[in-house]
């Protein structure tokens, strides 16, 4: 089996806006769908490009140096072909690399007729899934959302907060008492406190029993990392966009700067490194806890891999009133028990919308 063709169709894709603090998205963007194609007529299928940023400003490099690395070669050699996708980071970008990974594992699936997570060799069939929360303009604002999600049947929530550290912990006191003691409550500061002040939010967080802490200090920190996490009981999970992916996370499991991993397919660059990244993880005992993945695709692709390893315990719902999910006929969706479940048919096993993507459609990019 040969690879014959790798192609970009561009798509319209109209964005719910989104804010907090420096990171804002929304409006009319374009999705990627990358198909590759091999002689045999197998074909596996990504997205390519996210909610902050479309998928235009990663083709041309995608289809300038990636296009030629997969032309001829087995779509089943996906191992060495990321490797050799990895040595094109500086101008192509992960979430391109990613893209083609993805698409490489939905192929394979296809061959063999089975899901992703069974040929990684599936560890679990359900996890609970998180609300990740919307940016709100006051405490009370978060509580409802919680209690919102609580009352469906959703067992854990992520606050992003307003990066301003008392604001930050009347948030998290607001949800705390608004939810109760059953619900598991995580802090996603979102990079934003220096080290002083990641300690007070964090001692703060501990005694209102939250979960995790995401995120409170830049993510090249890793000097304060190691102080702050000498300081708290409270795990801290970041690594979300540590530099150099999977090869940055050494590092980060050597200098004990972080309790959990983290990582998704778009950031990391695929399936591929995400599930090496977990498995590093676990051989330190600890948990890889994986991000959402911006589009719809990633998102399932993410699902696999949750699926596939010992050390992911929550899938990520990101923004969580199911905003911005699109182009699948069905996507995932958080049952009264508050889980997700492993997908069961072949490859990546959510159908595309192929109508829509049609109706759409800007350009064929080849
Ligand atoms: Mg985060």
Redesign the pocket.
């Known amino acids: 089996m040969k690879i014959t063709a790798l192609e970009v169709t561009l798509f319209k894709w109209p964005v719910e806006p989104w804010s907090a603090g420096a990171m804002t998205f929304g409006g009319d963007i374009q999705l990627g769908l990358v198909t590759v194609r091999a002689d045999s007529g197998a074909e596996g299928h990504a997205f390519l490009g996210g909610p902050s940023q479309g998928a235009g400003p990663h083709v041309g490099p995608l289809l300038d140096r990636i296009k030629p690395l997969l032309v001829g070669r087995n779509p089943l050699d996906r191992g060495a072909i990321w490797k050799a996708m990895w040595f094109q980071k500086r101008t192509v970008s992960l979430r391109a690399i990613g893209a083609v990974d993805v698409a490489l594992w939905d192929l394979a699936g296809q061959v063999a007729g089975l899901p992703i997570h069974r040929l990684l060799g599936t560890c679990q069939t359900e996890v609970p899934a998180y609300a990740s929360s919307a940016w709100l303009r006051d405490p009370a604002a978060y509580a409802e959302e919680a209690k919102h999600f609580h009352s469906l049947g959703w067992r854990s929530y992520k606050i992003h907060p307003h990066g301003d550290p008392q604001a930050d912990i009347a948030i998290c006191r607001a949800v705390r008492e608004a939810v109760g003691e059953e619900m598991v409550l995580m802090l ?1 500061s ?1 990079w934003s406190y220096c080290y002083e002040e990641s300690v007070r939010v964090g001692r703060a967080i501990e005694d209102l029993d939250f979960f995790w802490y ?2 409170p200090l830049p993510e090249e920190a890793i000097y304060n990392y190691v102080k702050l996490r000498q300081k708290l009981d409270i795990p801290i999970i970041c690594t ?1 966009f540590a530099p150099g992916g999977l090869y940055g996370m050494a590092q980060w499991v050597e200098q004990r700067a972080t309790d959990m991993l ?1 990582g998704d397919v778009a950031v990391c660059g695929g399936i591929t490194p995400l599930v090496r990244i977990a498995h590093l993880a676990d051989a330190f005992g600890m948990k890889c806890e994986i ?1 959402h993945g911006g589009n719809s695709l990633n998102n399932v692709a993410n699902l696999h891999v949750t699926m596939a390893i010992p050390n992911c315990d929550y899938y990520e719902v990101f923004p969580a009133n199911g905003a911005n999910k699109y182009g699948l006929v069905e996507d995932i969706e958080v049952d009264e028990h508050g889980l997700v479940y492993a997908p069961e048919g072949p490859g990546l096993g959510y159908q595309i919308d192929w109508p829509l993507v049609k109706e759409n459609t800007i350009e064929v990019m080849r």
Do not use: A, N
């Open positions: 996603d979102m995401e995120d979300e983290r991000h």
